[in-house]
């Protein structure tokens, strides 16, 4: 029997004021949106290979165009065990009966909670908030009308291809919403629905409004990067239904079947610089979760002694999974990672932060290719030529004493001393890799600016890395300074370090001259499930989370999953008042949606059931309001790195001058990918070439709380950075060095190109 499931398990939308043109969500990572018309059809290329990705992201009036996020149906059964995307047409069963896919009936909820919330406060709450922990409006008697709850919405791919989540509750649903006259903006809608004409689901979210119901002298005003009573703004986020309506012949009538589970939609914020990863994204903390929590791939993460015959740990047997999370588990040291599919797309992401902040020179030489850094992936990637079992036989009384700083452990250890350099013949480049390695920070360092007690090191005195903030870097209290890969990146690149791994050029499986190894990201469509889960969240904020991006820390919580990838939800409110079988048993002379609403008896939870499942709103709740003021702030942070332990000792204790006069504090970005600081902006032409200057990509907005409210009215101003558009089919031919990726800002305020100028004939004025 064929199961169907909704993919991706979480899509994501994102916010524009134009309230007439849109595109489709990256599905791909680091990939550009996809055009589509105002149906939501994909456009395609000319000669109908694939679809035409987006150039330009404002309408003609120079408003953002809104994301939408994309949601098909999958079909797994004997024939398809990956999946197959579901068309119209197909044959279909369940519950009895079968038939022929005639149209899919789409129902979706979203609300915002975040001014009914608890504040946020750092990390305070990423394991349940106190008693005492305050909330967000908190002199509010009638808390249930701080939440913005549209009610569900539902269409279909015949007759009722859109609907709106405004305030009129589609005429069967008590919606809430603030109150008219909120400065600047009011809040009428948290966006529509739409199917295209093949009945896949389209979500588009708000028009980018917030607005304060204070009102008096010095108002509306922005006081904290996160927590602002009186304000709202229109980010939401709910769970996404489906049902196959299918004619059945046996019956010669329509019979519905209910898809597995539902999915979920987050509405984000836009994504100024869509070709340049995270330095850890949301795929990443997805599946790190996936590995070490949910047993998904025994190969790579499982009990000790297991791996030579890998267990299949059912994800709801709740005793079985229990029990494998109670035993010794550890990473696959045989396990061999592919270079350029697994390790180089990590170390490529931090030379792409060079073209978001010119700062970085200073800091940047040890991942800088171009210039006497250490990143050149010829040499990065060679394996070891020789059988380093042997070798390491060989050397065993020497090396016994080497001590290597294992991502494996919980605790970090360094090395006092070098590891004896006899490999170098047959592994030339294992010294570059295992200093690479050694400058990562590990689960424990969080707190670590660099090694300073460790004074034999080869990486003594060096910054770890990544340098970015970490979840909190602000107070003293369940501190985290600065941001950390995942054990599973950490678990890689170890096994990388030492010589395990695998080049696939070397292998003969990819064409080094027709690999783009500049732009490592695939550019081709998902054609599975999985692919459009990762794909999907390759291109959000895995962190920091203060309170983050799209996401917050919640994302980390194995608690709030029904599957990785799949939130749990509560079914109360993410399923369709009738079940299949209780449709299929009244006589349907038309597949209208008769129900357009769910049985809700009370206003959506102030409070979180994880057993129950999440409610709409649910994810958002914890990031900032309005999500403009997080956005300007987080461009740097001063952090004070004095002392590995600063956060137990505190320099203005004892009135030691002499300690607070050697007190350090560096300037620390956040997440230049999603908040660039500057970008490189074309200015002109030489000689038929493009020139560029460094210029602060915000303009006249103050990158601090004096700049928040000035974010909430010209966010939409702001100018997306990518790839250099003067290089023809630049991801489609292999890159020759980093210079074919030159980034810079391309649009603002509705001009396609600052400069107007034929690409293709600088010398021509257009």
Not at 494 to 502: N, P, R, T
Not at 611 to 621: E, V
Request: with cysteine.
């Amino acid at each position: 029997m064929a199961i169907y499931k909704i993919y991706p398990g979480i899509g994501i939308a994102r916010l524009g004021n134009s309230e007439t043109e849109f595109y489709i969500a990256p599905e791909t990572p680091a990939g550009m949106p996809i055009a589509c018309d105002e149906a939501g059809n994909p456009v395609l290329s000319a000669d109908l290979s694939g679809p035409v990705f987006v150039k330009k992201f404002k309408d003609e009036n120079g408003r953002i165009k809104r994301q939408a996020a994309r949601f098909q149906v999958f079909a797994f059964d004997e024939a398809s065990p990956e999946g197959r995307p579901l068309k119209l047409g197909d044959h279909v069963e369940g519950g009895g009966n079968r038939g022929t896919l005639v149209d899919i009936q789409w129902r979706v909820y979203l609300a915002n909670k975040k001014a009914s919330w608890y504040e946020f406060n750092t990390r305070s709450g990423e394991h349940g908030y106190t008693a005492d922990h305050p909330r967000r409006n908190a002199a509010e008697q009638n808390r249930d009308r701080l939440i913005i709850d549209p009610g569900p919405r539902s269409v279909n791919g015949t007759n009722l291809r859109r609907a709106s989540f405004d305030r009129s509750g589609n005429g069967v649903y008590a919606a809430t919403f603030p109150p008219k006259g909120l400065q600047p903006n009011d809040i009428d809608t948290l966006g529509e629905i739409l199917t295209d004409d093949t009945g896949r689901l389209l979500v588009l979210g708000g028009l980018g409004n917030s607005g304060s119901e204070k009102s008096g002298p010095g108002e509306p005003h922005i006081t904290d990067f996160s927590n602002n009573d009186g304000w709202y703004d229109d980010i939401s986020d709910g769970p996404v239904m489906a049902r196959l309506v299918m004619y059945s012949e046996q019956v010669e009538q329509i019979r519905y079947i209910d898809v597995e589970y539902p999915a979920w939609v987050v509405v984000g914020y836009p994504r100024f610089v869509p070709q340049i990863l995270d330095m850890v994204t949301m795929d990443d903390v997805q599946y790190d979760l996936s590995l070490r929590n949910f047993a998904a791939d025994t190969r790579i993460y499982g009990r000790i002694g297991s791996f030579d015959n890998p267990e299949t740990i059912p994800v709801h047997d709740q005793t079985a999974l229990s029990q494998w999370l109670d035993s010794r588990l550890t990473w696959n040291k045989a396990y061999k990672p592919w270079f350029y599919r697994d390790i180089w797309p990590i170390l490529f992401r931090p030379n792409e932060f060079l073209y978001l902040c010119d700062v970085l020179a200073q800091s940047n030489f040890p991942h800088d290719q171009e210039n006497r850094g250490t990143f050149d992936p010829n040499k990065l990637g060679m394996t070891p030529k020789c059988d380093k079992n042997k070798a390491d036989k060989k050397l065993a009384p020497e090396a016994a004493a080497y001590i290597s700083r294992d991502a494996s452990l919980g605790e970090a250890y360094t090395g006092t001393r070098h590891k004896p350099d006899n490999h170098k013949e047959c592994d030339p480049y294992g010294p570059m890799r295992t200093f690479i390695f050694d400058l990562m920070r590990r689960s424990g360092e969080d707190n670590e600016f660099r090694v300073e007690d460790k004074v034999g090191s080869r990486v003594h005195n060096l910054p770890l890395m990544p340098l970015l903030c970490g979840d909190n870097p602000l107070t003293n209290e369940v501190v985290t300074k600065f941001l950390r890969l995942t054990d599973y990146q950490l678990f890689i690149l170890k096994q990388w370090a030492e010589g395990y791994f695998i080049n696939e050029m070397e292998e003969g499986w990819i064409d080094p001259a027709t690999y783009p190894v500049y732009f490592p990201y695939s550019s081709t469509l998902p054609e599975t499930g999985n692919g459009l889960d990762r794909g999907v969240l390759s291109n959000v904020l895995g962190g920091a989370f203060c309170p983050g991006g799209e996401l917050s820390w919640v994302m980390r919580n194995p608690a709030i999953f029904w599957t990785p990838y799949r939130i749990k939800a509560d079914r109360s409110l993410s399923d369709f008042l009738q079940s299949a079988a209780q449709a299929n048993s009244v006589r349907q002379s038309t597949h209208v949606i008769n129900e357009m609403n769910f049985n809700i008896d009370e206003p959506l939870s102030q409070d979180n059931d994880f057993a129950a499942g999440l409610q709409p709103g649910d994810l958002t709740k914890y990031s900032g309001v309005p999500w403009q003021a997080d956005f300007n702030e987080c461009t740097t942070q001063s952090i004070n790195i004095t002392y590995a332990d600063w956060n137990n000792i505190s320099p203005a204790s004892g009135n030691n001058v002499q300690m607070a006069r050697e007190e350090k504090v560096w300037d620390t970005l956040w997440w230049p990918a999603h908040r660039p600081l500057q970008s490189n902006e074309l200015t002109g032409f030489d000689n038929g070439q493009p020139t560029v200057t460094w210029t602060t990509w915000s303009r006249g907005i103050q990158q601090t709380n004096a700049g928040d409210l000035k974010m909430v009215s010209d966010w939409w101003k702001l100018g997306f950075i990518i790839k250099n558009p003067y290089q023809p089919d630049s991801d489609k031919v292999p890159s020759t060095g980093p210079e074919d990726a030159r980034f810079y800002s391309i649009e603002r305020e509705g001009s396609e190109y600052l400069f107007s100028q034929d690409p293709l004939n600088p010398n021509k004025n257009t």
